[in-house]
Nanobody
Framework: HVQLVESGGGSVQAGGSLRHSCAAR????????MGWFRRPPGKEREGIAV???????AYAESLKDRFTISVDKAKNTLYLQINSLKPEDSATYYC??????????????????WGQGTQVTVS
């Protein structure tokens, strides 16, 4: 049974930093590509970044300067570091897993498994 368990959300002041974690249970990151998405209030879910089983990454162009995706395979945990937070970063953040490569990585339909979502509020 595959589970993605997220942690790390909360309320943060603008300009601060935050790190999301996504612990995988029931599989390893060697066989999946892993993505981060977010859904701002009243908006569609949008792709932030992806990391594949080789460690290659891709980012949404508008976010790549402040967001960093990484994985600790020994801990089977995915991370998203966000720096210089802005109020418009307020959203529910999700991690997701898809079998195989990272093609169409920013399409939510590509992903089979999702974390429960963590809320981030930037003020």
């Amino acid at each position: 049974h595959v589970q993605l368990v997220e942690s790390g959300g909360g309320s943060v002041q603008a300009g601060g930093s935050l790190r999301h974690s996504c612990a995988a249970r029931g599989y390893t990151y060697d066989t999946y590509c892993m993505g981060w998405f977010r859904r701002p209030p009243g908006k569609e879910r949008e792709g932030i970044a992806v990391i594949d089983s080789d460690g290659d990454t891709a980012y949404a162009e508008s976010l790549k300067d402040r967001f960093t995706i990484s994985v600790d395979k020994a801990k089977n945990t995915l991370y998203l570091q966000i720096n210089s937070l802005k109020p418009e970063d307020s959203a529910t953040y999700y991690c997701a897993a898809a079998l195989g490569s990272a093609y169409s990585w920013d399409d939510p339909r590509r992903y089979t498994y999702w974390g429960q979502g963590t809320q981030v509020t930037v003020s």
